[in-house]
């Protein structure tokens, strides 16, 4: 007798009931659980979010090849393009796939701040890798939003600091860009000037992306600053400094966390040397897990180097995993894992959340260039006394 | 520096930055006087010609090629060549197959074929995403006049750029060349019966303007020290804009157009409190003043036709 439809629906059945019932048998595969990245792909700021997208894969690959990872972890890489509008629309788009349980977003702040409502709404855990602005996770107690970096407000104590206490500048000359990121970072090195007992003769607010520096250098420059402090990005970070050099400012140059990658040394050259800058935590070869991840990073090919924030973007990607390891691809419980972190085991050292989500990092790395590299303070020729800062040599004349 | 000084320091500021502006301008300003159109790539081919010059010099640097008289000169003609023959392709493209369309289609497409060379200079130039270095060939050091610094470069970028200028301007007025643009310019279907090709003369128009924006695109390397593959976008706005002050389809009015809106931008920099700010935003008020009270611009547009 030939088995009715009825009969052929009931086996099928049953052998799908049994496919989800046993994962252990040989049908069994991973699910899979899919991750948003979220950075600047193209824009100025590309490299360093192409630096964070290359850390971010890596260690997806790393777990997905880890046989004891419970699911199968997919990527989905969005370009915010360093701008609001853009982000919003990235948030937007992975937020609204049901399919992505949580994502590692944001380099630039004004992008970050920008898609805080987003992932809130949808409820998203989104865990931000390289945005300093402290408004980021400190203006609200979304349980979604969660930090791995530092927040300017300690960088700009230690850089006002060192300026003034240690390297005893007295004038500065402020430029920074009209952004978010830009203008609270001038912000804050103002405050903490003025406290070191600093003077600041100017402040100056231009465009991102500007191309031309020459009339704010030139007004600066007939104020004698003892340093030019510019508060913004790498591609226009190297435009100040050169121009500065071009323009005969006989100043140190000091920037934020923005300009410490690799490209500002490369595309600046020579103007790049003696310049300072500062990063939350410590230089990524003499990070806890460093040297194991700039390894893997040379191994695994990328065409691009990590700069400063891939470490944070390969942190925020393996904490996100740890938590969907822990309580499964669902997205509350995600978030509600990843605000609760606590002494994470990291190659940045241990992340502990505050009740904001903010990782506490406390350590503030003083970066010069020297000889085309960002070498730490502490380690250049220029503590050691070898060879003197430009901005002291000026001082002099 | 007493103020003086600072004035004359802020307006060579000024020249030197309306210069590069004057040279992408006189593009736009060709590209409308002979076909009505505005080209919106061809700030993004002024990029390209600062990439291409850049290419040019590190090929000849490769080859054992470092003597500034020797590779200047080929690395101005080899970025030349490639805008002048992208700038003739994008007319082909973009321009000519739209020309019984809607403006706003050219004006599409060509703001399309801006973006998409601005994406594969990121995607295809190695490490396209970062800013690169431009080698500093022209002369170094400088001296003082009276408290404002003068560097060699700068008038070395100065006379290239005023050479350039001038040399299209005998293109125009001197040349066979130069006339059948000029005509095409006033009356095509007319010119077309004297004899004029059209299409030569279309060609030509698009050569000579993109050749030019590769020129901006090198002295601006050389200016800044550094090229990005986003310099266009501005770059291109503001050259538009400069040839709208000038009076579109009026050479002359590019240059002046140029300048002005670089000592503008300069100015309000220099001048007026947090006028850093808010460069752009006087610049462009200008703009605005002159659309709405002037809109044949300073000195006047080929014809009545308005944008």
Redesign the interface.
């Known amino acids: 007798m030939s088995p009715s439809r009825r009969d052929l629906l009931k086996g099928v059945s049953t052998v799908g009931l049994w496919r989800v019932l046993t994962p252990t048998s040989a049908w069994a595969q991973k699910t899979s659980v899919k991750l948003a990245f979220i950075g600047p792909?193209?824009?100025?700021t590309?490299?360093n979010?192409?630096g964070g997208r290359n850390s971010f894969l890596l260690a997806v690959q790393e777990r997905n090849a880890d046989p004891k990872t419970k699911y199968k972890y997919e990527t989905e890489v969005l370009d915010d393009e360093c701008k609001p509008t853009v982000a919003v629309q990235a948030a937007l788009k992975a937020s609204s796939d049901p399919g992505v349980t949580a994502g590692v977003t944001h380099y630039c702040s004004v992008t970050a701040i920008a898609t805080i409502d987003t992932y809130h709404k949808a409820g998203m855990p989104a865990m931000v890798w390289g945005a300093v602005l402290p408004e980021i996770t400190y203006s609200h107690k979304h349980v979604e939003i969660t930090r791995v970096n530092g927040t300017m407000i300690n960088q700009n104590n230690v850089a006002a600091d060192f300026a003034v206490k240690a390297l005893g500048f007295k004038t500065f000359a402020l430029?920074h860009d009209?952004t978010d990121y830009g203008r609270a970072h001038a912000k804050y090195i103002s405050e903490y000037l003025e406290k070191a007992g600093g003077k600041i003769l100017s402040t100056?607010?231009?465009?991102k992306?500007q191309?031309?520096y020459?009339?704010?250098l030139?007004?600066a420059?007939?104020d004698k600053p003892e340093v030019v402090w510019y508060g913004g990005l790498?591609?226009d970070g190297?435009?100040v400094k050169?121009?500065m050099d071009?323009?005969?400012v006989r100043a140190q140059f000091q920037g934020t966390s923005g300009i410490k990658s690799d490209?500002f040394n490369?595309?600046?050259?020579t103007?790049a040397e003696g310049t300072l800058a500062f990063v939350e935590g410590a230089p990524t070869e003499k990070l806890p897990g460093g040297k194991r991840f700039l390894e893997a990073y040379a191994k695994a090919g990328f065409?691009?180097p990590s700069e400063a924030y891939g470490p944070f973007a390969y942190v925020a990607a393996n904490i996100v995993i740890d938590a969907i390891e822990a309580v499964g691809p669902d997205r509350a419980k995600v978030a509600e894992r990843l605000k609760r972190t606590r002494n994470a085991n990291t190659i940045i050292g241990p992340v502990e959340f505050d009740e904001y989500g903010q990782n506490t990092v406390s350590l503030i790395s003083k970066y010069v260039s020297q000889d085309g590299k960002w070498v730490l303070w502490e380690d250049s020729e220029y503590a050691s006394g070898k060879r003197t800062l430009p901005g002291l040599r000026f001082k002099k004349l | 520096?007493p103020p003086l000084e600072?004035l004359l320091?802020?307006t060579l500021?000024?020249v030197?930055?309306g210069m590069m502006y004057a040279l992408v301008a006189v593009g736009f300003t060709l590209f409308f006087g002979v076909l009505d159109v505005i080209h919106f790539s061809h700030g993004d081919i002024f990029m390209l010609g600062a990439f291409a010059g850049l290419s040019a010099l590190l090929a000849l640097a490769a080859v054992g090629l470092r003597t500034p008289f020797v590779t200047l000169p080929l690395a101005f003609i080899a970025a030349m060549v490639v805008t002048g023959l992208v700038g003739v392709m994008a007319e082909r493209v973009c321009v000519k197959p739209l020309a019984r369309s809607a403006p706003l289609m050219t004006l599409l497409a060509t703001l399309s074929l801006g973006l998409v060379l601005r994406?594969s200079v990121?995607i295809f130039y190695p490490?396209g995403?970062?800013?690169?270095?431009f080698p500093q060939l022209l002369p170094a050091g400088g001296f003082e006049v009276g408290g404002v610094?003068i560097?060699y470069?700068n008038l070395a970028i100065l006379g290239i750029g005023l050479a350039a200028m001038v040399a299209v301007d005998l293109i125009i007025s001197r040349t066979k060349m130069g006339a059948a643009v000029r005509a095409v310019a006033q009356d095509p279907e007319a010119a077309q019966m004297m004899g004029v090709n059209l299409d030569r003369t279309v060609d030509a128009t698009f050569f000579l303007g993109s050749a030019l924006a590769a020129v901006a695109g090198m002295l601006?390397g050389f200016y800044?020290?550094?090229i990005?593959f986003?310099?266009g976008?501005?770059?291109g706005v503001i050259g538009f804009s400069a040839a709208a002050i000038g009076g579109l389809g009026n050479v002359y009015g590019a240059m002046v157009g140029g300048l002005l809106f670089g000592l503008l931008?300069?100015?309000a920099?220099?001048f007026i409190p947090?006028g850093?700010?808010f460069?752009?935003v006087v610049a462009f008020a200008v703009v605005m003043l002159f659309l709405i009270f002037k809109p044949s611009g300073i000195l006047g547009e080929k014809s009545v036709e308005r944008v």
């Open positions: 792909l193209t824009g100025g590309a490299s979010g192409l430029i009209t100056q607010g231009t465009a992306d191309k031309d020459t009339a704010e030139t007004r420059k007939a790498t591609p190297v435009r050169v121009q071009k323009l005969g490209t490369e595309t600046a050259g103007s065409k691009e | 520096m600072l320091q802020q500021n000024g030197m930055l994406e990121l490490r995403a970062d800013p690169k270095p610094a560097r470069e601006s800044y020290g550094e990005h986003i310099m976008i501005t770059g931008q300069t100015t920099a220099a947090r850093s700010e460069r752009d």
